[in-house]
């Protein structure tokens, strides 16, 4: 499966919620799609983006985030996996898309290439729901199923090392920063209107 | 174990005033009491970390999502998350009150933790980030307080660092 055809398969799930990605393709393949104020970028941070997602799930239980990692990232952060499930917000999607390569940094193959598990690793840290999707009807159908049963689940899904010809995205970090923290004020303000 | 209770509850005190409400940790010696204390509050989230690094990404999550949170971590576990404090909190210009265990300072009797005590201040200046000290108990709660004003005026993270004289009681 191509990313940006799963990219676009779950996009209205996306939508309406907070998302928060990792660097390179998948950011620029999502903006590219569609930005909404809702959305962030982590432009660098490798690793971090699941550390952020929680931090948001914790900080407005109301609201349903969606984390959207790469193996590579998740690889330098395994420790997020087993503080996640620790806490296990209902509130939080881990969507990882294993494409078993550095591909925004030279295509180099990571240690999904040769045997690591990322879904095994998730669900032996104790994620309570742990899904794997290999096409975008298959990960359309796991997000809606995610998003409605409120559990803890991190989505394994494995795409091509395919990105688009360019990552350039008309955003400045700190544009998309404050732009998503006001973002973030109107839906706490919407909640409790 | 002689780490000081009453200095611990106020600084636990000082951070309820600042509306702390996410706390993340790893646990360290002179920080027991001070994650008990965030373990038996009902009102506050305390996140058990596997690595200080990811206390960073959860701090800034925090922030964006409009929730005042503090980092309680010893100073190796500052030395563990330089990355994310300046490709995440300087890059994005996220306020992070980090609350640092000064282990390897001043009558430090344990040769493991010297290098970290030495390298602690100078990184944290080649970082620009400023330093407030807590020796005097006095101090605890301005000092805290005016650290997190600080951090959310200039977006920037600050430092606070526990000293011995503070935390351990012999």
Redo the contacts between chains.
């Keep these: 499966m191509l990313r940006v055809d799963a990219l676009e398969a779950i996009y209205p799930d996306l939508q309406d919620r907070i998302v ?1 990605t990792i660097m390179g393709a998948v950011a620029a393949e999502l903006y590219t799609l569609g930005h909404r104020h809702t959305f ?1 970028y ?4 490798m ?14 239980p109301e609201q349903q985030v969606v984390v959207i990692d790469g193996d590579g990232s998740l690889l330098m ?1 395994l ?2 996996l ?2 996640m499930a ?2 296990k917000p209902g509130n939080l999607l881990h969507l990882v898309f294993d494409n078993e390569s550095l591909l925004s940094v030279g295509g180099f193959p990571t240690a999904t290439a040769t045997g690591t598990d990322l879904a095994g690793i998730a669900r032996a840290s104790g994620v309570p729901a742990v899904l794997e999707a290999g096409t975008p009807d298959s990960l359309k159908a796991a997000v809606a199923s995610a998003l409605a049963s409120h559990t803890l689940t991190t989505i394994i899904a494995k795409v091509e090392a395919v990105g688009p010809k360019s990552f350039h995205m008309d955003l400045p ?2 544009e998309n ?1 404050f732009q ?2 006001r973002a ?2 109107a839906l ?1 303000k919407q909640a409790s209107a | 174990m002689p780490v000081s209770v009453t200095n611990s509850r106020l600084i636990y005190d000082a951070l309820k005033a600042c509306d702390v ?2 706390i993340s940790a790893l646990p360290e010696t002179w920080l027991v009491h001070l994650i008990r204390m965030a373990d038996d509050d009902p009102d506050m ?1 305390l ?5 200080e ?15 005042n ?1 503090a980092l309680l971590m010893q100073n190796h576990g500052f030395l563990a998350a330089i ?2 404090i300046v ?2 909190a300087l ?3 996220i306020p992070l009150l980090m609350l640092i265990s000064y282990r390897g300072h001043m009558g430090e009797k344990d040769p493991w933790q010297t290098q970290g005590g030495l390298a602690t201040e100078p990184i944290l200046r080649a970082l620009n980030i400023p330093i407030w000290h807590l020796t005097n108990p006095a101090d605890v709660a301005r000092r805290i307080k005016d650290a997190q004003t600080l951090a959310n005026a200039a977006l920037h993270p600050v430092a606070v660092l526990l000293s011995r004289e503070l935390m351990w009681e012999d």
């Design positions: 928060v962030f982590l432009e660098h941070a690793g971090l983006a699941s550390s952020m997602g929680l931090g948001i799930a914790l900080a407005m952060n420790g997020t087993s503080t620790r806490y970090l700190l920063r998503f923290k973030l004020e706490r | 409400k996410i989230t996140v058990r970390l596997a690595k690094e990811e206390g960073i990404g959860i701090s800034a999550g925090a922030h964006l999502a409009g929730v949170s990355n994310p490709s995440l890059l994005y210009k």
